[in-house]
């Protein structure tokens, strides 16, 4: 039997073909959300975040590795965090800011390795589109993925992608803090 390794950038790349094929993108994003990537607040021309950090605050509240997730945009190694396999009841929140963004009732597990939610919970996250390039025969394509960010402090969350013709959140889970039901 043959054993495929896939990386989450050719998971990525395989979605975002999917996805940018079956979905418009402008129902889901409008132009990009500003990443508070510098010494100053976060914000864009038409939104201000409501919580805002230097980059030197957000260091000394978040490790390295969540630091390179929220505010500059990477993505974890698959099945990284034990947040991809939770199965409890109860609310997840932006590592960020603590803002309630998903609910465990709209989780979804799949074997990929990623939180995975069909629904954010109203006003909670905002989307922006994530340009990134990959090799198509030997040569440097750039492709869009819509991206997703805390509606209150602009971290980086994860992806808007259609998988098993579902339109399904793939959020870090170092984004995320879940606090179980009890």
């Not at 094929?21 to 038409?46: G, L």
């Not at 198509?136 to 994860?158: A, M, N, T, Y």
Request: charged share 30%; proline share 3%.
């Amino acid at each position: 039997m043959m054993k495929i390794n896939i990386t989450r950038r050719k998971f990525l790349t395989s979605s975002a073909v999917v996805a940018v094929s079956q979905i418009a993108t402008k129902a889901f994003a409008a132009e990009p959300t500003t990443k508070a990537t510098t010494d100053q607040v976060s914000t864009s021309e038409d939104y201000t975040y409501e919580v805002n950090y230097t980059d030197a605050e957000w260091k000394e509240r978040l490790t390295e590795a969540e630091f390179t997730i929220l505010r500059e945009g990477e993505t974890e190694e698959a099945k990284s965090s034990p947040l991809w396999k939770e199965k409890r009841e109860g609310l997840y929140h932006c590592k960020g800011c603590e803002l309630t963004v998903y609910e465990s009732k709209e989780k979804t597990v799949l074997s990929k390795g990623w939180v995975f939610f069909r629904h954010s919970k109203p006003d909670t996250v905002l989307t922006g589109i994530d340009l990134f390039t990959h090799y198509s025969r030997g040569e440097p394509k750039e492709d869009k993925v819509i991206e997703s960010h805390c509606r209150r402090c602009g971290s980086h969350l994860g992806h808007i992608l259609y998988i098993n013709k579902q339109i399904l959140h793939c959020i870090n889970g170092a984004s995320l803090i879940f606090k179980p039901t009890v």
